[in-house]
């Protein structure tokens, strides 16, 4: 068995397995920290079939927002941070076991990829060949219309995360979007004139002359 092979297995194996437990665990730190894991190791898959960009992009923006998300669903369920905050330690054992596994897959890839070890059956690619320019072509020619359905189901997506979150909560500050949508200039602005020349402030009257002080030695 070939390197490639070898650790194709490894990764499906780790990847179908953090995918069964994301969806049985009861605790959403726990499912975040598989989720995490399944992510890697999708990608340590894509890095063996020379899709780096696709790779890439799995853990920059899947693993860099799976936390976003993470702190979206907590929003969600209204769940105490405080609590959680108390079983902190409880989860570093699954977190440290988690982050060893990602730690051997990325020692994996490298070691293929500069090890010099190549399968047989990998076919050669030119000198100048981009995968990502491939990737763009095929995606916008072939597959264009499952892009686009798939860009409408996202949107949808959003539109009904938004649609949840702004719902009307005794502890939170609430307001219609069907409302904000329908308003109007003079229901926020209220413009007042006033006149561009004051009046100058009257002047107090003059105090009286106080008398003359008596001259030094003689009458007044």
């Not at 799976?66 to 929003?75: A, E, N, T, Y």
Request: hydrophobic share 60%; proline share 5%.
């Amino acid at each position: 068995m070939d390197p490639q092979t070898l650790f194709f297995w490894i990764f499906a194996i780790i990847t179908v397995l953090s995918a069964f437990q994301v969806i049985t665990s009861r605790n959403p730190v726990h499912s975040a920290l598989w989720l995490v894991l399944t992510f890697f190791s999708c990608a340590g898959i894509w890095m063996l079939l020379k899709a780096e960009f696709l790779a890439i992009t799995l853990v920059l923006v899947y693993v860099g927002a799976v936390m976003v998300l993470f702190l979206f669903v907590v929003m969600m369920l209204d769940i105490n941070i405080d609590q959680m905050r108390k079983g902190f330690w409880a989860n570093f054992g699954l977190a440290g076991f988690v982050g060893l596994i990602v730690l051997v897959e990325l020692a994996m890839v490298l070691y293929y990829n500069f090890s010099g070890v190549r399968a047989t059956d990998v076919p050669a690619l030119p000198a100048k060949y981009s995968n990502t320019k491939a990737l763009g072509a095929l995606l916008y020619t072939e597959y264009v219309f499952a892009f686009e359905v798939a860009a409408v189901i996202l949107l949808v997506g959003m539109v009904a995360a938004i649609a949840l979150t702004l719902r009307e909560r005794k502890d939170s500050k609430y307001f219609s979007p069907s409302e904000a949508v329908r308003v109007k200039a003079k229901d926020r602005l209220r413009i007042v004139k006033m006149a561009s020349v004051m009046p100058a402030p009257a002047q107090p009257e003059a105090a009286e002359q106080a008398p003359a002080p008596a001259k030094p030695g003689g009458a007044a």
